[in-house]
Every structure is written in C-alpha cells, then in structure tokens.
C-alpha cells in the first residue's frame, strides 16, 4: 500500500477522468494519497478533513497525483495507513478517532497526578498573581510544585520509551527523553493561563535540542540543579518555570492521550484542564506529513463513500 504526499498545482481545483481534462472541486493546497480497498483516495493534510474517493485509474498512484493534481515531484512515504504508534497520539488526516488505541487504565491515572498538580498551581496563584511582574519569583513551595511537575513529566517520558520498546545503553536521561521530541510534535503545543491573559504564551518544548538535552529545557534544567543544590539553587525555583514544567506535564498527557480524550458529555477531565490551561496547536503544521492515516475503504452507494477504518494496528515507534 503507497502512500503519496503532494502540492495541488491546480488549487482549488483537481483534474479527474481517464485523460485528467476534468475538473472537480479539491479545497485543499497540500494533501496526502492512497491506495485503499477499490481504488485511489485522497485528502487534504488539515484535521479532521475529509476523504474523496477518485476510483482506480490504470496508472501507479504517482502517475495519478502528476495527473490530477500537477505535482511532478510527489514525495513517496514509507507509512502504513491503519497504523499508530503506542502512546503517541498524533492528529489524523481526516475525520476520525484513535479511542480504540487509548489505554483508559493508563489515561485515568495520569490524570490523577496532573489534577493534584492543577489543584496545587491554583492554590499558588491565590497567593502570587501570575503576572509578568512576577516570573522570577521564587521560594520552597514553588519549588515543590517545579520538582513535582517534572517528576511527572520524567515518568510520561520514560512510559513511552518503555512502551515502545526502547532499550537504553544505561539508565534513561534526557539524551534518550529528547528522542521524544518530534515523535509526540511536543514543540507544537502553545499554551498561555485562561484567567491570566498578561501571562505570556510559552511552548514548553521550544528548543528542545539533542546536543544540549537538559540545558535546552530552562524550567528542566531549574529543576535538576534546585533538586541537587537548593541551597545555591533555590532561585531558579520560580513562578515562571514552575508554569512551565506544569504546562509540561499537560503537554505530554495530550501527546499520550489526544485532545479530545473525554469518556462522554458528562466527562470532566478536559474542562479542568482547560480551567486553568488555553492550548493552541497551530505549531502542528510543520509536522502534517506526520499525522495517521487511516486504512480507507468504499461502502456501497451511488457514488460509494470513503470510509476510514478506525481498527488500528498498534506499533513500536522506530526510535534511532
């Protein structure tokens, strides 16, 4: 099964029929095709887009993106659609959902730890306003909130490695934790507090660099000096760092378990999060080549309608 990312050189329109002279509508500017059951498939690279049936020309799938959407350099991908890897949730192509890949024991529990760690942020925020006048404030139970936040996020980090099989040389640090980093988009996620709007935006894993893994992290790198030497390191411990290492905790909980991870309407843990925490994702563009594709299919009708199968094969990220 191929998989083939291309440029609509015809936005907003594609070619379509056995010679390619005629058009139809295609409103996406970048986009994504595929072999699936009875035919060619394709679809814009946005979220929660949809899927078009195009049938099954006698060309190869290059030849038919060349033809349809005037791209003479499509990029040929190794992915297999239907597939995902465990306990990282990545967004889909097309409209879907990945509920059957969530472990609901594994969600439930990490959300306990964050929720404590929310509760315990609020109670802060009733004694320190989190205005910007305020970032490089710091003190004991600041420090409690850093060293617990990061805690939790060195144990999402090591549950993901260890899920996928990953074998360290010795004990895990940030060397391997950083491999993490375009697996899970991390980089993507932007965050800023709900009721705080003088608090800047902050992206918890901007500049998460593999040849400096701790020191490009500045609210990790506060923690691990503050947790060795509170002593001479007890300002490090400040306001500013301790939102970040709790915005990061909140980060790696939605790249385990998706944005919309929630059991039903009555379902409270996405409120609670948002009470406190706005995420914007637009930092996902960069990785759109990276999103699942499902395993397409036609179910009968006239025309017959693309349907994404949502059984997906779990497996082990290939980490280097």
């Known amino acids: 099964m191929s998989v083939v990312y291309f440029e609509n050189k015809y936005y907003p329109k594609i070619r379509s029929g056995s010679d390619f002279s005629e058009e139809r509508s295609f409103l996406h500017e970048r986009g994504v095709a595929l072999e699936g059951e009875g035919g060619f498939f394709a679809s814009g690279l946005n979220e929660g887009g949809l899927a078009h049936f195009i049938g099954n020309p006698s060309v190869t799938l290059k030849e038919w993106v060349t033809g349809s959407f005037g791209d003479t350099a499509p990029v040929e991908s190794s992915y297999v659609p239907g597939t995902c890897y465990k306990r990282i949730w990545r967004p889909l192509v097309c409209v879907g ?120 992290l500045p609210w990790y790198d506060a923690y691990n000096k503050t947790k060795h030497d509170r002593e001479e390191e007890l300002k490090l411990a400040t306001l500013s760092n301790a939102v970040m290492a709790v915005g990061a905790v909140v980060v790696m909980f939605h790249a385990q378990f998706g944005l919309n991870f929630g059991t039903g309407v009555f379902d409270q843990k996405s409120p609670i999060i948002r009470n406190i925490f706005r995420i914007v994702t637009t930092g996902f563009k960069k990785y759109e080549r990276a999103f699942y594709i499902p395993r397409m299919t036609l179910q009968a009708g006239t025309p017959p309608t693309p349907t994404p199968d949502w059984n997906w094969d779990l497996v082990n990220y290939p980490f280097a």
Request: hydrophobic share 35%; glycine share 4%.
């Open 97 to 216: 959902t990945l509920s059957k890949t969530i472990s609901q024991e594994k969600l439930y529990d990490s959300f306990v730890s964050l929720r404590m760690l929310l509760n315990k942020l609020e109670d802060l925020f009733e004694t320190l306003e989190p205005s910007e006048a305020n970032l490089s404030a710091y003190g004991h139970k600041i420090r409690e909130i850093l060293l617990l936040a990061c805690m939790e996020v060195e144990s999402s980090w090591s549950a993901v490695l260890k899920e996928n099989g990953y074998s360290p040389a010795g004990r895990l640090t940030t060397n391997d934790y950083v491999k993490l980093l375009e697996p899970m988009l991390l980089d993507g996620y932007e965050l800023s507090l709900q009721s705080y709007p003088h608090f800047p935006p902050f992206t918890p894993f901007k500049d998460w660099d593999v040849s400096n893994p701790t020191g490009s």
